[in-house]
């Protein structure tokens, strides 16, 4: 349970997935599926690889709320459901045009809240992350939760199979922006 101005608010269950592509209808189908089973209320789905008309499917055969990007059919693509009984009210959505995240700002349950979904290019890491401080910084006062890919990895020499690319690094993020993000305090 996370306080919000006082009150609590439960998301029971959040998910975050890349799920590398829902441009065949079976896929959809079982994806939204397990959603639905396991009780999801907010899925955050990257790699999703929607056209427009793809999209505008979801968006008729999927219960809930749907914010999303759409790119291409082969790569990109971030898009964030909400349960049909979760109690949200989009007060600001911005997605991007490259397909690689989407931010929410509203209210859920009545208390506000900013939601990003997101999926990092494998390069540049650096460069995209600070093109979304102005959204993280807009949302100081509001619980944010994050969810996606950032193609990122701690110890390239484990968890990679190639060579890192010249001029890499190892950042870490700071938490003074939001310092209970990770403790929920």
């Known amino acids: 349970m996370a306080p919000l101005n006082g009150k609590h ?14 441009g065949n209808p079976i896929k ?6 397990y959603l639905i ?5 907010v899925a955050i789905l990257q790699e999703t690889h929607l056209t427009g008309i793809e999209g505008a499917r979801l968006q008729q055969r999927w219960k809930g709320q749907l914010f999303y990007t759409t790119f291409s059919a082969f790569s990109r693509g971030v898009l964030i459901w909400i349960k049909p009984s979760v109690s949200f009210q989009s007060e600001y959505c911005k997605i991007d045009p490259e397909g690689r995240y989407v931010y929410l ?18 390069t540049g890491q650096i460069a995209f992350l600070h093109t979304l401080d102005h959204l993280i910084t807009s949302s100081l ?6 969810g996606g890919d950032f193609n ?8 990679r199979s190639h060579p890192p690319l010249l001029g890499a690094q190892h950042i ?13 305090k």
């Open 28 to 33: 959809r189908h079982r994806v939204h599926s």
């Open 105 to 122: 700002q509203g209210r859920l349950d009545g208390n506000p809240i900013s939601i990003l979904g997101l999926y990092a290019p494998n």
């Open 37 to 41: 089973r396991r009780g999801i209320h």
């Open 172 to 184: 870490e993020l700071p938490r003074t922006s939001h310092p209970g993000l990770l403790t929920g």
């Open 141 to 146: 006062d509001t619980p944010l939760l994050i």
């Open 9 to 22: 608010v439960v998301l029971q269950s959040f998910l975050t997935w890349n799920v590398r592509g829902l």
């Open 152 to 159: 990122a990895v701690c110890d390239v020499g484990a968890d």
